[in-house]
T-cell receptor, first 113, second 111 residues
Framework: ETGVTQTPRHLVMGMTNKKSLKCEQH?????MYWYKQSAKKPLELMFV???????ENNSVPSRFSPECPNSSHLFLHLHTLQPEDSALYLC????????????FGPGTRLTVT | DAKTTQPNSMESNEEEPVHLPCNHS???????IHWYRQLPSQGPEYVIH???SNVNNRMASLAIAEDRKSSTLILHRATLRDAAVYYC????????????FGKGTRLSVIA
């Protein structure tokens, strides 16, 4: 148990659906991240939020829309996804600053049909 | 973040020590060396980090070469639960930059 929870753990959605992934951290951290892990590929950063402000968008398509209402919660809104978006989506949080470790949630396994 | 080079895979017997190498010949003077691991079907997990001196914690030890161009993660007694992909990552403390993961080393532990 890392102190970072993600829901749902598994999600199957059609290409026309709209769904949201939720992440919550109970560690008092001020930075939160979304990563994508596709099969046989390294983890890829998607978005970074620091004190609720988005500080990085790593060229992610607009069909992925992040939201960070407060420092403890992070959402990833999904709409009109493609089958190649099927992956493990991981949320992480950190104290902030590059020397601090990041704590990851268990991930949401997304399948787009 | 500077690049690191790790072997694709390694194998170890249970209860034996494991030395996981990482080369980072382009490391800068302010880069920290971080290690994470990812167990099957889980998110990555922080293991250890250091700057210049060797570091120990409850999970592992980190040995850093004197010129800092390489480091070694040491698991003192491998267990089956240590089977995972281990990532060596350099981090420059210049802001809230994210982790950049490479392919890592897949460690198999044989009973």
């Amino acid at each position: 148990e890392t102190g970072v929870t993600q829901t749902p753990r598994h999600l199957v959605m059609g290409m026309t659906n709209k769904k949201s992934l939720k992440c919550e951290q109970h560690l008092g951290h001020n930075a939160m991240y979304w990563y994508k892990q596709s099969a046989k590929k390294p983890l890829e950063l998607m978005f970074v939020y620091n004190f609720k402000e988005q500080t990085e968008n790593n060229s992610v398509p607009s069909r992925f829309s992040p939201e960070c209402p407060n420092s403890s919660h992070l959402f990833l809104h999904l709409h009109t996804l493609q089958p190649e978006d099927s992956a493990l989506y991981l949320c992480a949080s950190s104290q902030g600053g590059d020397i601090y470790e990041q704590y990851f949630g268990p991930g949401t396994r997304l399948t787009v049909t | 973040d500077a690049k690191t080079t790790q072997p694709n895979s390694m194998e170890s017997n249970e209860e034996e020590p494991v030395h996981l190498p990482c080369n980072h010949s382009t490391i800068s003077g302010t880069d920290y060396i971080h290690w994470y691991r990812q167990l099957p079907s889980q998110g990555p997990e922080y293991v250890i980090h250091g700057l210049t001196s060797n570091v120990n914690n409850r999970m592992a030890s980190l040995a850093i070469a004197e010129d800092r161009k390489s480091s070694t993660l040491i698991l003192h007694r491998a267990t089956l639960r240590d089977a995972a992909v281990y990532y060596c990552i350099l981090r420059t403390p210049s802001g809230n930059t994210p982790l950049v993961f490479g392919k890592g080393t897949r460690l198999s532990v044989i009973a």
